[in-house]
């Protein structure tokens, strides 16, 4: 498909509803969940806009064009996906944050309001019906504008919305004249630990209120049917000593951003299912192994397993029906 153009042509649109009917009618009478897509931004902007994942491509109006596909696809597919399970429940994962301006600073707050959009908004107000943010819609128009007919395909009913939550995001104008005319860019991990932030491995900003700040925005301005934490952990540098891997401050990062959800759920916000990020280390990305999320550690010589301090801790949190006292 890529071959063909990928993403940005609409026949992929089609090519993918015609997968989506077909596993559901394969699977359909087994499976009762369907996400449609995973964290269509990071397709959409990673992989043809900074070019960092695949295919590679660096151009913000082909980004543009693929995120709309991608949503145009995830409203068709599951339409299909019911139409042949009528039991599924059907949803999408998005990777959503807190957008926070690196000051008070009338253009930071500008470029916090214009990533917000790019990041957040563009994908959320289609998928809740709003069609495209007119503020987002008007900074890309000049590169790409999406057929407003499109939006009420997107638009179909979620029966919960994932949410993939690692950190806020942090955003300064950029000075001078960007090459994209965005004029955006977000704070470097060096900037983070200068104002006092703890960073993972992956140099993200551990902010565990920025998840109730999201679910409960959320709540407020969507009013999703359910939300499902389908993704929350963190990136260490874990190795074994005297044949144990003691992550203390992965159990820290996951006990404090579920204390969060709690509190987001004693506010009203109708959370159905946590999930941490991720059982196993695993190949993240651009960045191959070099990262470990697991709660369970891998040891890529000999793929022997070994559960990590917090796979004990998060058993033991299932096992009680809540966060231990600790």
């Not at 609409?10 to 969940?33: C, H, N, P």
């Not at 996951?254 to 999930?275: E, M, T």
């Not at 990590?308 to 058993?315: G, N, Q, T």
Request: glycine letters at 8%.
């Amino acid at each position: 498909m890529q071959d063909r153009g990928g993403w940005a042509e609409r026949a992929t649109v089609e090519a993918f509803v015609t997968y989506a009917e077909t596993v559901a009618r394969r699977l359909g009478d087994r499976v009762r969940y369907w996400i449609t897509h995973n964290e269509p931004w990071v397709v959409a902007y990673l992989g043809h806009y900074l070019g960092v994942h695949a295919p590679g491509i660096s151009d913000l109006a082909t980004a543009i064009r693929v995120s709309h596909h991608l949503l145009v696809s995830h409203g068709l597919a599951a339409r299909a996906i019911r139409a042949v399970a009528p039991q599924a429940e059907v949803g999408i994962t998005l990777n959503l944050s807190p957008v926070v301006p690196a000051s008070d600073d009338v253009a930071d707050r500008a470029a916090a309001k214009a990533y917000d959009g790019i990041l957040n908004r563009w994908f959320l107000d289609p998928l809740f019906g709003r069609g495209y943010p007119a503020d987002t819609r008007e900074l890309l128009a000049r590169f790409f504008e999406p057929p407003e007919s499109d939006c009420a395909l997107i638009a179909e009913p979620l029966d919960f919305l994932g949410v993939n939550y690692y950190t806020p995001a942090f955003v300064a104008a950029e000075p001078g004249t960007p090459r994209d005319g965005l004029g955006v860019r977000l704070l470097s991990p060096e900037e983070l630990q200068s104002r006092g932030y703890e960073l993972t491995d992956m140099g993200w900003a551990i902010v565990p209120e920025g998840l109730e700040q999201l679910l409960v925005r959320l709540q407020r301005d969507y009013r999703p049917q359910a939300i499902v934490i389908t993704e929350n952990g963190a990136a260490f540098p874990d190795e074994p000593v005297d044949g144990r891997v003691h992550d203390d401050r992965r159990i820290a990062y996951l006990a404090a951003h579920i204390a969060a959800v709690r509190r987001a759920l004693d506010a009203g916000v109708p959370v159905r299912g946590y999930f941490v990020w991720s059982l196993l280390d695993n190949f993240e990305w651009a960045h191959g192994y070099s990262k470990r999320f697991g709660i369970v550690y891998v040891d890529y010589a000999t793929l022997a397993r070994l559960p990590k301090a917090s796979f004990h801790w998060y058993r033991q949190l299932i096992a009680n029906g809540g966060l231990p006292d600790r």
